[in-house]
């Protein structure tokens, strides 16, 4: 056992005399706090802020563990075994003229009995610095890559190629639904069969508006869709029956009846009128277009009002012109010029000038030479039937 304690005596003397080596250490608020390492850890204190700062140990091995079961160790091993505790003392140099000097005092006994070197200075009474972080900022990653502008590439490939597939495939399927849906139409047609007409005639347009196709037989397509469906959905009472009925159902059941029926018989019906319009001198008062056709049942009377586009095209001047057209019941309500005044309101969305004399006669109207004229002209302005 006196061979091992002769060995770590040994050691321990080495280690004692082993030279000291420096530190630095960068403080949070920037400056930098050097000294001497010591045989133990030790707390240096930045003299600009007062942060404490831990500095190692020369050595971080730790030293030999006497057995309490021996006798005390003589004065030199014991003097050997103790170390200084040296306290850095920064540069007076790099102490800031506001701060006030710390207090230092000569080296005296501890209460353990080892000799210091330096009382402890005391920080200033400051508000505690904030922790600064060891990780540094995180690197922002770059939303352009290469790999991203490859697959994006890819996505845009592949988009593109479905998208034309499916166009083609529809432009197939059209082209196919005219051919047949025309000639079933015409066999419906044959059979005085107008809703089933109506029906492939509006397969028809369907077809021609996936196309694109704004031709002239295009154009002959399209307006007969209209005249056919017009014909197969037309009132199921004229003007003047709807004029007596509204008058009587307000009379007798009130307001809040006639529209409720009117909302579930009418509306949506198409109507077929041939009447004399004209240009209003005053379009600031909400109507550009007069339309004489006037409705009388008993002491009611009534007017159609409607600023439809398809009169633009055929109605100049402040001169009356007859007009050949088709539109749906928008609404049937009372003028607020008096109780017997009511007003056929037509929807302009679905009005159109009508141009083939050989569908109105499939719904039983007389077509005399002027009418035909009327027709020529009206087709002329269309474009169709040429």
Not at 140 to 163: D, E, H, K, M
Not at 272 to 291: N, Y
């Amino acid at each position: 056992m006196s061979g091992w304690r002769a060995v770590a005596e040994k050691l321990l003397g080495r280690r004692a005399s082993e030279p000291a080596s420096s530190y630095e250490i960068d403080c949070a608020c920037g400056r930098k706090v050097g000294g001497t390492r010591g045989s133990t850890e030790h707390v240096a204190y930045c003299v600009a802020c007062g942060t404490a700062l831990f500095v190692l140990p020369q050595s971080v091995y730790p030293r030999p563990r006497a057995n309490p079961a021996e006798p005390a160790a003589s004065p030199k091993t014991d003097r050997a075994r103790r170390k200084p505790v040296v306290i850095s003392e920064p540069p007076v140099a790099e102490r800031p003229p506001e701060a006030p000097p710390p207090s230092q005092r000569e080296s005296g006994t501890a209460r353990n009995g080892l000799r210091t070197g330096r009382e402890l200075p005391a920080p200033p009474e400051q508000a505690s610095p904030q922790p600064r972080s060891l990780a540094g900022p995180r690197p922002r990653r770059r939303i352009v890559t290469p790999v991203r502008l490859v697959l994006a590439g890819v996505a845009a490939v592949i988009s593109l190629t479905v998208w034309w597939s499916l166009r083609v495939a529809a432009h197939s399927q059209a082209e196919r639904t005219i051919v047949t849906a025309s000639r079933l139409a015409q066999q419906a047609l044959e059979e005085n069969d107008l809703a089933q007409a109506a029906r492939h005639f509006q397969e028809v347009r369907q077809a021609l508006d996936v196309l694109g196709r704004t031709d002239s037989r295009a154009r002959e397509m399209r307006q007969t869709a209209d005249e056919i469906t017009a014909s197969a959905e037309l009132a199921r009472s004229s003007l003047f029956d709807i004029l007596h009925e509204a008058a009587a159902t307000t009379t007798r059941s009130g307001k809040a009846m006639w529209d409720d029926t009117f909302r579930s018989s009418y509306r949506d019906e198409w109507v077929l009128i041939d009447a004399h319009v004209t240009r209003t001198a005053e379009p600031a008062s909400g109507r550009k277009f007069s339309i004489e056709f006037p409705l009388a049942d008993g002491a009611d009377r009534a007017v159609v009002v409607g600023d439809l586009a398809c009169f633009e095209r055929i109605v100049q001047g402040g001169s009356s012109q007859r007009v050949i057209f088709a539109a749906q019941l928008e609404d049937v309500v009372r003028d607020a010029g008096g109780e017997k005044s009511w007003q056929f309101v037509l929807r302009p969305a679905t009005a159109f000038l009508w141009a083939a004399p050989d569908n109105l006669e499939r719904i039983g109207v007389d077509v005399d030479d002027d009418t035909r004229r009327l027709l020529a002209d009206q087709s002329g302005l269309l474009g169709v039937y040429q």
